[in-house]
C-alpha cells in the first residue's frame, strides 16, 4: 500500500504523470466531495495544483500504513504562480505541511481525509 501512495505523489503530483492516476485510484475516490470521481479526480487536483506552482514538490516525512489505510505527514513546496484555493499568485516560494489519511480498496486509493496545517496556509498568503 505505501508503493500506491509513494506513486500518488511521486509520479503524479511531482512528476505530472496523469496516466498513473488511472492505476492508483478506484472508480469512487472523490476528494472533498468533488463532481467528478475515480481516476479524473486526482488528475483534476494534480492540474490545479500544477497551475498554481509550476514547480511543486511533495516531500514526504512519513508514511505509515496500517489495516487498510496509509497516514502520510507531507511538506509541499513551489514557487505561487497561480491561484492557490483562493490565494491570488504572489510569485514567491511558498510551503504548506499538512498530514493526510487515505483508505485503501482493491490495492488503490478509495477515500482520502487530509489535514492541512492552517499555520503553514496562513504564512503562504505573505
Not at 495544483?49 to 514547480?55: C, E, G
Request: hydrophobic share 40%.
Amino acid at each position: 500500500m505505501k508503493d500506491v501512495i509513494k506513486r500518488f505523489y511521486d509520479e503524479v503530483l511531482n512528476a505530472g504523470d496523469l496516466d498513473v492516476a488511472d492505476e492508483i485510484v478506484g472508480p469512487g475516490f472523490a476528494p472533498r466531495g468533488g463532481e467528478v470521481a475515480g481516476p479524473e479526480a486526482l488528475k483534476q487536483v494534480a492540474r490545479y495544483l500544477r497551475s498554481a506552482l509550476p514547480d511543486l514538490r511533495f516531500d514526504i516525512e512519513d508514511l505509515i500504513a496500517e489495516g487498510d489505510r496509509v497516514a502520510t505527514r507531507w511538506t509541499l513546496r513551489g514557487t505561487h504562480e497561480g491561484d492557490f484555493f483562493g490565494f491570488p499568485p504572489t510569485g514567491k516560494p511558498l510551503e504548506v505541511r499538512a498530514c493526510v489519511i487515505f483508505r485503501m480498496e482493491n490495492g488503490k486509493v478509495a477515500e482520502i481525509w487530509p489535514v492541512i496545517d492552517s499555520n503553514s496556509l496562513v504564512a503562504a498568503r505573505r
